[in-house]
């Protein structure tokens, strides 16, 4: 039996500030707009999926790499 893809939690951090966990519950799979962000500001995101496994406990996976993304002022 396999696991099931539940969803992802997604960390997030403004600048070198260290990475935090940014959403309080799990995130649907596929894309996310994040509405918090502030033009001129550099973020780092990292993400984890989490499965519910054969057994119904959910596993966190290892980290993504970390991607940055720039809100420019225009």
């Given at each position: 039996e396999?696991?099931?893809l539940i969803g992802f939690l997604l960390y997030r951090a403004e600048g070198r500030l260290p990475l935090q966990?940014?959403?309080a519950a799990l995130?649907?799979?596929g894309s996310y707009d994040d509405?918090?962000?502030q033009?001129?500001?550099v973020y780092r995101y990292q993400a984890r999926i989490?499965?519910?496994r054969h057994d119904g406990i959910a596993a966190e996976s290892?980290?993504?790499a970390v991607?940055?993304?720039h809100l420019s002022d225009d």
């Open positions: 396999s696991s099931k966990q940014h959403s995130l649907p799979v509405q918090q962000v033009p001129g500001q989490v499965v519910r290892d980290p993504s991607i940055s993304a």
